[in-house]
């Protein structure tokens, strides 16, 4: 069973930066797509940014594109979301996810999603 756990929220001034872990554990990190995604209160789940741990194709969100960058270190068993030009509709609770298979890309769909970590907050205020 694969296990993921999410790490380095908290709380930041706008404009600011905050970089996310999500350690995988039980599998080896070498076929999966790796979604990041959040959750303010009162709103819908939102596709952040993904990953394919094979070849390392992304795929961003519009409201994050230019700001955050995704990326892995398979030996590490990690993947990484750094977040800059942070702004207060950027907080919420951000959840890391795993698709298995040797995918060439990936989407920004919960729904695919198969495997999820327990998540970690962000906020985003003076």
């Known amino acids: 069973q694969l296990q993921l756990v999410e790490s380095g929220g908290g709380l930041v001034e706008p404009g600011g930066s905050l970089r996310l872990s999500c350690a995988a554990s039980?599998?080896?990190?070498?076929?999966?797509?790796i979604g990041w995604f959040r959750q303010a209160p009162g709103k819908e789940r939102e596709g952040v940014a993904c990953i394919t741990t094979s070849v390392g194709t992304t795929n961003y969100g519009n409201s994050v594109k230019g700001r955050f960058t995704i990326s892995r270190d398979n030996a590490k068993k990690t993947i990484y979301l750094e977040m800059k030009t942070l702004k207060s509709e950027d907080s919420g609770m951000y959840y890391c996810a795993a698709d298995r298979g040797y995918w060439s890309m990936c989407k920004l769909d919960e729904t695919e999603y198969d495997y999820w970590g327990q998540g970690t907050q962000v906020t985003v205020s003076s």
């Open positions: 039980g599998f080896p990190l070498d076929a999966y797509a």
